[in-house]
């Protein structure tokens, strides 16, 4: 099993620019969840989902969006890059009420 | 709602010496708890649980936490540190009821600090 894998793992967008960050668990979970920490601070949860098809907003879902067409993958959208987004995101995935498992990270800087 | 605290930013301790790491919780029914190491430029990476059952919980490279419900705490510990101990930790936790979606709320994490 690879676990959970993000791509790519270092990014930088100028201001205004738009990406998807890649995220693909094979453990077959319903549950998967995107995170941002920002430099010797926690996690913030962005958007989550419980299965394919359902998606839900975290606690700074703002200037992201999120889709869930499969089980396995949940890709997170950046439409309009800005400074604020500069961070480390994290993706995670777990069965219910089951510890979540994280990918290594993808690194965003916008300039 | 549910919430965690960790008090301290950072924990010095010296080679075979106990380490602790604390953490107190808020949740409106019964807890999940968790503890998460994170080494440099890496993911986090899963320590150990509480459920349900014994107090005492044991997990991976010699860790381990006790829940105590009358403190709403669940401290890590690991009885002689190593160096490679070394990392960022974070403690985490789910109502057990209300908490839709498996979401897990985080500290803030707590940077450990091994001295040879």
């Known amino acids: 099993n690879a676990g959970v894998t993000q791509t790519p793992k270092f990014r930088i967008l100028k201001i205004g620019q738009s990406m998807t960050l890649q995220c693909t668990q094979d453990m077959n979970h319903n549950y998967m969840y995107w995170y941002r920490q920002d430099p010797g601070m926690g996690l913030k949860l962005i958007y989550y989902?419980?299965?394919?098809?359902?998606?839900d907003k975290g606690e700074v879902p703002n200037g992201y969006n999120v889709s869930r067409s499969t089980t396995e993958d949940f890709p997170l959208r950046l439409e309009l890059a800005a400074p604020s987004q500069t961070s480390v995101y994290f993706c995670?995935?777990?069965?219910?009420?089951?510890?979540?498992?994280f990918g290594p990270g993808t690194r965003l800087t916008v300039t | 709602a549910q919430s965690v605290a960790q008090p301290e930013d950072q924990v010095n301790v010296a080679e075979g010496n106990p380490l602790t790491v604390k953490c107190t919780y808020s949740v409106s029914g019964n807890p999940y708890l968790f503890w998460y190491v994170q080494y440099p430029n890496r993911g986090l990476q899963f320590l150990l649980k509480?459920?349900?059952?014994?107090?005492l919980v044991k997990g991976s490279y010699g860790f381990e936490a006790e829940f105590n419900k009358s403190q709403t705490s669940f401290h890590l510990k690991k009885p002689s540190a190593l160096v490679s101990d070394s990392a960022l930790y974070f403690c985490a936790v789910r109502d057990m009821i209300l908490a839709a979606g498996n979401k897990l709320t985080f500290g803030g994490g707590t940077r450990v600090l091994v001295k040879p």
């Open positions: 995670a995935s777990s069965a219910d009420r089951r510890e979540q498992y």
């Open positions: 509480y459920i349900t059952g014994d107090n």
């Open positions: 989902s419980v299965g394919a098809g359902i998606t």
